[in-house]
């Protein structure tokens, strides 16, 4: 049996710009599965979000959701079933807090730090907050395993947060709160599924800190932007996967 290329992709400022449109990525995922390659979404992104993507730009892999709190295999995928619950189609292996209590433990603090996350703001401060039009605000709203904080008065509340055992982690812009997750173990179980079947080889491209721990855990991990990863080949735009990855 050959071996299976599996890419992971952040979604914001990685895959997609400031418009949220899919359109610009079109191109590239056509060419990563000209070449091959399984595309997984490993983003700070909701099911309901990645869904919308996954859609708009035929992929049908399994996915990681809010910042690795859990992956979604589509039911067919692998030739073997999983020991997950099944929900929506997928078998859903769940590895984060839940919703509930992240926003239960922000309300206690929210006045005290001037936090504004998606379970304190209206439609119309989320969609100031991210620009994200309308339609995908609504999606990002439909949270499981994580909030996201858009403004705050200082980062004390960081130190809260993780005395309540929830991590805290940057994204492009704002800060994600979840629980004792990360990108990189949640790819690492995903890895361990496709070894089942043979031959893996790994990559990956990211723009945040949030990013790191997948960039850890890859064969071939790619920074977009100006940061800095001492495992990460930096490129300018995930457009450069052309030059670099065969």
Do not use: C
């Given at each position: 049996m050959g071996e299976t290329k599996?890419?992971?992709?952040?979604?914001?400022?990685?895959?997609?710009?400031?418009?949220?449109?899919?359109?610009?990525?079109?191109n590239i995922?056509?060419?990563?599965?000209?070449?091959?390659?399984?595309?997984?979404?490993?983003?700070?992104?909701?099911?309901?979000?990645?869904?919308?993507y996954r859609k708009a730009l035929n992929i049908r892999s399994p996915f990681i959701v809010e910042n690795g709190s859990a992956i979604y295999v589509p039911e067919d995928y692998f030739p073997f079933e999983i020991s997950a619950p099944r929900r929506k189609s997928y078998y859903v292996l769940e590895f984060g807090e839940?919703?509930?209590?992240?926003?239960?433990?922000?309300?206690?603090?929210?006045?005290?730090?001037?936090?504004?996350?998606?379970?304190?703001?209206?439609?119309?401060?989320?969609?100031?907050?991210?620009?994200?039009?309308?339609?995908?605000?609504?999606?990002a709203m439909i949270r499981e395993y994580s909030e996201t904080v858009f403004q705050w008065n200082n980062e004390g509340f960081i130190s809260v947060l993780e005395l309540n055992d929830l991590r805290v982690s940057k994204g492009s812009r704002f800060f994600n709160i979840h629980g004792r997750v990360d990108k990189g173990k949640a790819a690492l179980v995903l890895i361990s599924l496709y070894q089942k079947i043979g031959r893996v080889r790994t990559y990956a491209v990211g723009d945040a800190p949030n990013d790191f721990p997948l960039l850890d855990v890859v064969d071939n991990p790619y920074l977009v932007g100006h940061l800095t990863h001492p495992r990460a080949k930096n490129i300018n735009s995930i457009e450069e996967l052309r030059e670099v990855v065969l």
């Open positions: 599996v890419i992971f992709l952040d979604i914001d400022g990685t895959l997609i710009g400031d418009d949220y449109s899919p359109e610009p990525a079109r995922i056509m060419w990563l599965k000209d070449n091959g390659f399984e595309i997984v979404f490993n983003s700070s992104k909701t099911w309901a979000e990645q869904e919308y839940r919703y509930h209590k992240i926003k239960s433990i922000l309300e206690g603090i929210s006045e005290e730090f001037g936090l504004k996350y998606y379970g304190n703001s209206t439609i119309k401060e989320i969609m100031s907050f991210t620009g994200l039009p309308k339609k995908l605000a609504m999606l």
